[in-house]
Nanobody
Framework: QVQLAESGGGVVQTGGSLRLSCVAS????????MGWFRQGPGKERELVAY????????DYADSVKDRFTLSRDNAKNTVELRAVSLEPEDTAVYYC??????????????????WGQGTRVTVSS
């Protein structure tokens, strides 16, 4: 059974930082690229960061570039998103997701095969 389990969300003040983790099981982790999406109140789900199967290539949404860092550890089946200088606009439920390389547009949620349940991040002003 495929499972993606996120953790690390919470309430943080503007300018603060968080580290979100995702542990994967039930599939061959290193066969899939990994992304972190978020969905804020009244907003569509959007990709904020993506890494390829080996973790050698990462891509970020412009809104989080230079503030968020994505990494993965294939030995531990984990992917981590470190976020600094958080802003109220970062308030959202954050989801990790797995995508088979080359399948669809990596910026589209429809291209991802497996999803976690999400972890909520609230940034207070």
């Amino acid at each position: 059974q495929v499972q993606l389990a996120e953790s690390g969300g919470g309430v943080v003040q503007t300018g603060g930082s968080l580290r979100l983790s995702c542990v994967a099981s039930g599939y061959i982790f290193e066969d899939y690229g990994m992304g972190w999406f978020r969905q804020g109140p009244g907003k569509e789900r959007e990709l904020v960061a993506y890494t390829n199967v080996m973790g050698t290539v990462t891509d970020y949404a412009d809104s989080v570039k230079d503030r968020f860092t994505l990494s993965r550890d294939n030995a531990k089946n984990t992917v981590e998103l470190r976020a600094v200088s958080l802003e109220p606009e970062d308030t959202a439920v954050y989801y990790c997701a797995a995508r088979k390389p080359g399948y669809g547009d990596l910026w589209s949620a429809d291209s991802y095969s497996f999803w976690g349940q999400g972890t909520r991040v609230t940034v207070s002003s």
